[in-house]
């Protein structure tokens, strides 16, 4: 029994169940097709259910785009809010924002595709979430500077998207180049370097 069909008969599921198999099938034509090569034909026959029944729960394939992006963003902002709150040493809390980075653009899902390689970008709703996320990391990061460094929130700012825009454009660089380098060493690396330029900054009660 897969959960879609037995003896040729639909399995009806709970809403919530039904909603996340819809998304999970979704994902899959969406990383492989793109948002507009991706027909709602193809995602419901990935699904293995019929189309009146995915347009219950998504009234059109944007509707569907974007309730993916939710869920994925929301998921990438958490991962580096909690590698802030996770340990008071600043080291492993850079560690941590990238290694963030470099799980999400690994999975194998491929999910970082739609928020970082969307081929509907110019679209305002998705564009909206897309900036969520960057704003959303550089927030988190910046807070822990301020806190820890007691430098203006506009030059906190600029040091968390320093640290955000090499954590992305570094795994981004990683996987498209074939992973020529260990995972783990790859973000010791970037690790080492950003902690280089970071740990200049001295904390509260300490002299420069």
Not at 14 to 19: K, L, Q, V
Not at 37 to 54: F, H, N, Q, T, Y
Not at 145 to 151: H, P, R
């Amino acid at each position: 029994m897969s959960g879609t069909q037995s003896a040729g008969r639909p399995v009806r599921l709970p809403r919530s169940a039904r909603r996340k198999q819809l998304l999970a099938a979704a994902q899959q034509v969406f990383v492989a097709q793109g948002y507009h090569a991706a027909a709602m034909d193809d995602i419901a026959e990935r699904a293995g259910v019929s189309k009146p029944v995915l347009y219950q729960h998504f009234p059109g394939k944007l509707e569907l785009y974007l309730a993916l992006l939710d869920t994925h963003c929301e998921a990438m902002v958490s991962r580096v809010r909690s590698a802030m709150e996770a340990t008071t040493d600043n080291k492993d809390r850079v560690r941590g924002a990238i290694q963030a980075y470099f799980d999400f653009i690994d999975h194998e899902s491929e999910a970082f595709r739609l928020v970082f390689e969307s081929d509907l970008r110019n679209d305002p709703a998705v564009r909206e979430r897309v900036d969520r996320v960057e704003t959303g990391c550089i927030a988190a990061i910046t807070d822990t500077i301020m806190a820890d460094t007691g430098v203006s929130r506009a030059r906190a700012e600029l040091l968390a998207s320093g640290l955000v825009g090499a954590a992305e454009i570094a795994a981004r660089f990683w996987l498209a180049g074939g992973r020529q380098v260990e995972k783990a060493e790859a973000e010791s690396l970037l690790t080492a370097l950003s902690w280089r330029g970071i740990a200049s900054f001295p904390l509260h009660g300490e002299h420069a």
